[in-house]
Structures are given as structure tokens and as C-alpha cells.
């Protein structure tokens, strides 16, 4: 048993990333302790209200047999879910037939970010405690991670985390759009494939920094950061990609809603009241993306759109694909990447 635990100690800190440590942590719950279900959930804090996601759950079925059920948004929540969420406590509700449904709380620097739940026919004490350390080691293994891949400034993802994240949500997609209900619709199935790339840079941040200092600059680019998280929906990913630039990857949807939700938070940004500074404005250069494109070569059309928008007055939105159809710019050769990934 002792060595059977360390081990599994062993797989849960060997992962890099956190979607990894979700699965593992399941996974050792379910084959130390033995549950009907096992989920955990995340408290999303969209535009300051509670928003939950289920981020992975694993229900066991008859036979042996197992589900593993992906993210998705919880729309009704149950009120001991929240609880535990608002309050950081376990909370334990145990039903007539004698299910227990408990639900532990996962904190980051204090708060509480999420929660895991457990359902099970009751947990003996040394079961409970057993889960409680497994939670510890989850929670104390996260911040690390956390840290590793966010912005020390902002708390965005950092560019480091860019090729990974971004195959990961492209392989997501992938996976989802072959089970989309188009099968025999091809112009559908393409639409739905198609993700979009945003690049966003500050106008004239510079004279920001020169004319009110640094700090003034900072929280300049931590209250974009919020706007952003706020704004952008949470299963959209969004890096810091180094001084007033960020990358932006959208989940698919269609030119028209892309360009109408970007058009918008432009107007959020102009709109938003900075500290010192009078008005404010970005500039940004977008590009599709779909799962067979190498993100290098996408984050170069979105890069020569902002570009363009730069060179042609800012507080502009450019499209790569727009740009080489009108023929305002070259199309991009494989040979020219000069971004780097790091
Ligand atoms: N406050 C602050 N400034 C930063 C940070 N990282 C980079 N910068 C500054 O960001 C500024 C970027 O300036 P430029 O690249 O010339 O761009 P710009 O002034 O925004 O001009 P355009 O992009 O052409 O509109 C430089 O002054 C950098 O020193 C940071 O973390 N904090």
C-alpha cells in the first residue's frame, strides 16, 4: 500500500501541465478510494460573477466500465457546489439510499478557485483522510503549474505555454468537430474548423511609459489584462506575449461573429477609463486558424495584419486574409518566419 502510494504521489507530480494533473488526480482517487463518480469543477469568474465549468469528470458504470466526460459549463449548479466555493469548506450531503456526495475546496493563493466533488456510497475516516491529502498535493502541485505557465504582471498565460495551449485547444477542436452533427456537410464542417488568431498591441504605449512612468504603464496593461478576461469568453485563450502585446485564440465560429465581438472590445478599450491616460486604443491583426496550420506561420499573418493596421493609422482591426485578397499585402512564404516562439 505504501509503495503503491508514493507512486502515485510519483504520477501526479511527473506532470507539466494542468489539464495532466486533473486526470491523474482522478485517476488515483478512483483506485485508492473507489467512487461512483468523481469531478472536478472551476469557478470561472466571468465579469465578477460565479460561473462554473466542469473541467474533468469520470463516472463509473456498470460492468467496470468507465466515461470520462470533457469541460463544459455547469448552467444550474447545485447550491452545495457554491457553497463550498464561496465558503472553502467540504461540504458532505448525504442522500435517503445512502449516496454521499461531498465536495472539497481547491484553492490558489488563498482563494478558492474550484472544487472537487465526490459521489460514493460513504467514505470510511481513513478514505476521508486519504482524500483530503490527495487534494493537498493536487492543490499545492497546481499553484506551481500555475505559476509556471501565467504572466507575473497580468496572470495571463505567458508565451512559453503558447504552442502547447494552443495544441491542445486545436486538438480539442479537432476531436469535437469530427463528432459535429455535419458529417455530410462539408462547407458546415469547414466553418466549423475554423479558429481565429488575434494579435493586440497597445497604440503608442511607449509615450505611456515616457510621459507617466513605468508603474502608470503597468497598471495600464494589468486593467487591459482584466478587460480581456472579462470580455473574451473563458474557454478563449489569452497570452501575454511580452511588453503591450497579446495573442489572443478565439474557439471557432464564423467571420461576421469574430469580427463584430473584436470590433466591440475595441470600443471597450477606448471606452475604459485608465489611470492618467485620457484615452487609450489598440491595434489588432487577425488571422484563421485551424488545426493543420503551424501556429508559427499563423502568428506571422496575424503579425503582418497588425502590422498593416500600425503603418495605416491604428486603432484599426486588420485581417491577414482580407489584406492578401485585396492585395494590400505579399502572402506570407514559409521561409520568412521571424517570430519567435520564446
Ligand atoms: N510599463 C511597462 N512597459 C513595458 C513593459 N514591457 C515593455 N514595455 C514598454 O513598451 C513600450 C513599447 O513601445 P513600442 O514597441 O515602441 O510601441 P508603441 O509605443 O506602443 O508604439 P506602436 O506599437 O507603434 O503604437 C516600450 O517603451 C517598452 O519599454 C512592461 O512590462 N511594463
Keep these: 500500500m505504501q509503495e503503491e502510494l508514493l507512486n502515485s504521489v510519483i504520477k501526479i507530480t511527473k506532470t507539466r501541465d494542468v489539464d495532466?494533473?486533473?486526470?491523474?488526480?482522478?485517476?488515483t482517487i478512483q483506485e485508492f478510494i473507489g467512487c461512483q463518480e468523481i469531478g472536478i469543477y472551476k469557478d470561472l469568474q466571468v465579469q465578477g460573477q460565479l460561473v462554473i465549468e466542469r473541467s474533468l469528470c469520470l463516472k463509473v458504470l456498470p460492468h467496470d466500465d468507465f466515461l470520462w466526460e470533457d469541460r463544459d459549463v455547469v448552467k444550474e449548479p447545485p447550491s452545495e457546489l457554491v457553497s463550498c466555493l464561496q465558503s472553502a469548506c467540504i461540504i458532505t450531503v448525504q442522500s435517503a439510499d445512502g449516496t454521499e456526495r461531498r465536495w472539497l475546496p481547491i484553492t490558489l493563493q488563498e482563494k478558492p478557485i474550484g472544487a472537487i466533488a465526490i459521489v460514493s456510497k460513504g467514505l470510511s475516516s481513513p478514505d476521508q483522510v486519504l482524500l483530503n491529502a490527495f487534494c493537498r498535493i493536487f492543490e499545492n502541485y497546481l499553484s506551481?503549474?500555475?505559476?509556471?505557465?501565467?504572466?507575473?504582471?497580468?496572470?495571463?498565460l505567458n508565451r512559453q505555454t503558447f504552442e502547447k495551449k494552443l495544441k491542445q485547444l486545436l486538438e480539442k477542436?479537432?476531436?469535437d468537430h469530427h463528432?459535429?452533427?455535419?458529417?455530410?456537410d462539408s462547407r458546415k464542417r469547414g466553418m466549423g474548423a475554423t479558429s481565429w488568431l488575434a494579435m493586440v498591441d497597445i497604440d503608442h504605449f511607449k509615450k505611456i511609459n515616457d510621459s507617466y512612468g513605468h508603474v502608470c504603464g503597468d497598471e495600464v496593461l494589468l486593467i487591459l489584462a482584466q478587460k480581456m478576461r472579462q470580455y473574451f469568453r473563458s474557454s478563449d485563450l489569452i497570452f501575454r506575449f511580452g511588453g503591450e502585446e497579446f495573442v489572443l485564440v478565439f474557439e471557432p465560429c464564423n467571420y461576421d461573429s469574430i469580427k463584430a465581438k473584436i470590433e466591440k472590445f475595441m470600443e471597450l478599450v477606448r471606452s475604459t477609463h485608465f489611470p492618467f491616460v485620457k484615452t487609450m486604443s489598440v491595434s489588432i491583426g487577425m488571422s484563421r486558424i485551424s488545426p493543420?496550420?503551424?501556429?508559427?506561420?499563423?502568428?506571422e499573418q496575424a503579425d503582418k495584419a497588425l502590422y498593416f493596421a500600425k503603418e495605416n493609422g491604428r486603432d484599426k482591426l486588420c485581417f491577414y486574409e482580407e489584406l492578401i485578397e485585396q492585395e494590400l499585402i505579399a502572402q506570407q512564404s514559409d521561409e520568412s518566419n521571424d517570430i519567435d516562439l520564446f
Excluded at 495532466?20 to 485517476?27: A, H, K, Q
Excluded at 506551481?144 to 495571463?156: A, F, Q, S, V
Design 20 to 27: 495532466s494533473l486533473e486526470y491523474s488526480l482522478i485517476s
Design 144 to 156: 506551481i503549474l500555475h505559476e509556471n505557465e501565467r504572466d507575473k504582471l497580468t496572470g495571463l
Design 173 to 175: 477542436q479537432l476531436i
Design 179 to 184: 463528432k459535429s452533427s455535419y458529417p455530410n
Design 292 to 299: 493543420y496550420d503551424f501556429p508559427i506561420t499563423v502568428l
